[in-house]
């Protein structure tokens, strides 16, 4: 999810998570494009003005690219902003939701998307006997570290507090 307002975050990973979703939150389109290799999500979803790299361009970035063929991108505006839909369906979006965010539309437009994306990564799996792809292992690993890392992070500090201490 790529948004600049902390309350839109919050909102929705709030949604996503609570469906069973993993969620990765950046606040621009330039941290949004590093991240991309390391979580290989199956949606982005992108405010259409993010700052350092609007959503479209996001969206232009993520259609071009092979390695990202089953992402589904879903651009978000405020209620009161003015999009240009045609341009936002030519660069690659697949749908449109405005903020503040309801549940049960995000839901909505999500849901068939997600599916969609679950079903054509199954069929490209490799068969059995196969290489693993390291790319998805990757992503993989990166998003149980992001999970982790507040937990890590307090660890090694009362580690280095006591450790001080003595």
């Not at 839909?85 to 995000?106: I, Q, T, W, Y």
């Not at 149980?144 to 280095?160: G, K, S």
């Given at each position: 999810?790529?948004?600049?307002?902390?309350?839109?975050?919050?909102?929705?990973?709030?949604?996503?998570?609570?469906?069973?979703?993993?969620?990765?939150?950046?606040?621009d389109?330039?941290?949004?494009?590093?991240?991309?290799?390391?979580?290989?999500?199956?949606?982005?979803?992108?405010?259409?003005?993010?700052?350092?790299?609007?959503?479209?361009?996001?969206?232009?970035?993520?259609?071009?690219?092979?390695?990202?063929?089953?992402?589904?991108?879903?651009?978000?505006?405020?209620?009161?902003?003015?999009?240009?839909?045609?341009?936002?369906?030519?660069?690659?979006?697949?749908?449109?939701?405005?903020?503040?965010?309801?549940?049960?539309?995000?839901?909505?437009?999500?849901?068939?998307l997600?599916e969609?994306?679950?079903?054509?990564?199954?069929?490209?799996?490799?068969?059995?006997?196969?290489?693993?792809?390291?790319?998805?292992?990757?992503?993989?690993?990166?998003?149980?570290?992001?999970?982790?890392?507040?937990?890590?992070?307090?660890?090694?500090?009362?580690?280095?507090?006591?450790?001080?201490?003595?």
């Amino acid at each position: 999810m790529a948004d600049a307002s902390p309350h839109a975050q919050r909102l929705g990973e709030g949604i996503l998570r609570g469906e069973g979703h993993e969620v990765v939150t950046v606040t621009d389109g330039e941290t949004a494009l590093r991240r991309m290799p390391d979580v290989d999500p199956d949606l982005v979803l992108a405010d259409v003005a993010l700052p350092q790299g609007s959503g479209l361009d996001l969206a232009r970035f993520i259609k071009s690219q092979p390695r990202h063929k089953f992402t589904k991108v879903v651009l978000t505006a405020g209620a009161l902003a003015e999009v240009d839909e045609e341009a936002a369906r030519r660069a690659g979006s697949d749908a449109l939701v405005r903020k503040p965010f309801e549940a049960s539309v995000l839901l909505e437009t999500l849901r068939p998307l997600l599916e969609f994306v679950r079903r054509e990564r199954a069929a490209a799996e490799p068969s059995a006997g196969s290489t693993v792809d390291r790319e998805r292992v990757r992503a993989a690993v990166t998003l149980a570290l992001d999970a982790a890392m507040p937990a890590i992070i307090n660890e090694l500090t009362d580690r280095v507090v006591a450790a001080l201490d003595q």
